[in-house]
């Protein structure tokens, strides 16, 4: 067996030619390699090599194509381009999430119980007799998926670039969740962050209304913040401005900052929004999300930071709206609920 030059560059080499002509004996030595030597690959290795080997993923079984994902994945991470990188890790995600939905249902016809936890080895015999072995597959790689899903997803240009693909993987994935009780809350919330999006935010205190943009918001922790920064710090409604630390390591900053809530966060029905949801539950009305801020009820403070440290995000005002304007927004607006249970 003759190998390409050491480290991870050569193990990209090996691993790619040996998938390609379908050698699985030598592509499960170039497998071990490609794990070996990642730690200690140099930058042009990484950059080189993450487009490479998410190239063939495709071509891979699907028990090890998982972890290829994920080492595509941190190649993206440190470096590699995310852009080159997403189709085939897209591809993957999509065929696992359908192994894993496939599984839920085999899971559930053949007596139910609860799901068992994905560990680091393979799903046992009697797993895979119940449910098949690639639905198994597909069920217990879904964590790596995520990891390397999320990975690129962190990059604006993977997520304009899914287009109406994030719709279905969201599909699949509600499915997976909803029969297997299993939350992948890191995948959820990064398939529906949202770019370039538009938000009509009124203060019902002070009776203002804005038109602000946000984008790459991972939860609505971080919206909270950049909308206090922007509306409370800019001078426009009274409250707790946060500091310029705490909005920093909301936009690009690493780490995180203790911060106070300035707002209750309401949807136009009256309904609360927690602070634990995404942007993508405001609802839409007049094809704008539309969101209400109310004196906070009670006394909150949390770490100021992003749900997705790589990922950059911020929350622009364009502009405040007119006394007409505001009127006309506020007109869709319901009191707030009481909370109850």
Not at 23 to 38: M, P, Y
Not at 92 to 107: K, V
Not at 245 to 273: I, K, M, N, S
Request: hydrophobic residues 45%; negative net charge; proline residues 7%.
């Amino acid at each position: 067996m003759i190998f390409s030059k050491a480290g991870f560059g050569g193990a990209v080499a090996d691993f790619e030619a040996a998938v390609v002509a379908q050698d699985a004996k030598r592509s499960g030595k170039a497998f071990v390699r490609l794990q070996e030597t990642f730690g200690q690959a140099k930058e042009a290795e990484l950059l080189d090599g993450g487009p490479r080997l998410a190239a063939v993923l495709e071509q891979v079984p699907p028990g090890p194509r998982a972890v290829v994902a994920v080492l595509v994945g941190a190649c993206v991470e440190r470096g590699a381009d995310a852009e080159r990188c997403a189709p085939g890790v897209r591809a993957g995600l999509r065929a696992a999430l359908e192994a894993a939905a496939a599984f839920a249902e085999a899971w559930a016809a053949t007596g139910g119980g609860p799901f068992p936890a994905p560990d680091a080895g393979e799903p046992g015999e009697e797993i895979a007799g119940r449910a098949g072995s690639d639905a198994a597959v597909g069920w217990w790689t879904l964590p790596q998926w995520e990891m390397a899903a999320v990975a690129l997803l962190n990059h604006r240009a993977v997520r304009a670039g899914a287009g109406g693909d994030r719709d279905e993987l969201l599909r699949l994935l509600t499915a997976v969740e909803q029969a297997s009780g299993r939350q992948f809350r890191s995948l959820g919330h990064a398939l529906q962050v949202l770019d370039d999006e538009p938000l009509v935010a009124l203060h019902r205190p002070s009776g203002t209304g804005y038109a602000l943009r946000f984008f790459g918001i991972g939860d609505n922790f971080q919206l909270h913040t950049l909308l206090a920064d922007a509306l409370i710090g800019g001078g426009h409604v009274a409250g707790h401005a946060p500091s310029p630390q705490e909005v920093a390591v909301c936009r690009e900053t690493p780490g995180q900052v203790d911060t106070v809530g300035a707002f209750d966060l309401t949807a136009p029905d009256g309904g609360r929004l927690w602070n634990e949801g995404a942007p993508a539950d405001i609802p839409v009305v007049d094809g704008v999300r539309l969101l209400v801020l109310d004196e906070p009820s009670y006394r909150r403070s949390w770490p100021a930071g992003r749900f997705f440290p790589g990922m950059r995000g911020d929350v622009i005002l364009e502009r405040p709206f007119g006394p007409e304007e505001t009127e006309r927004w506020f007109a869709h607006v319901s009191p707030v609920k009481e909370l109850t249970g």
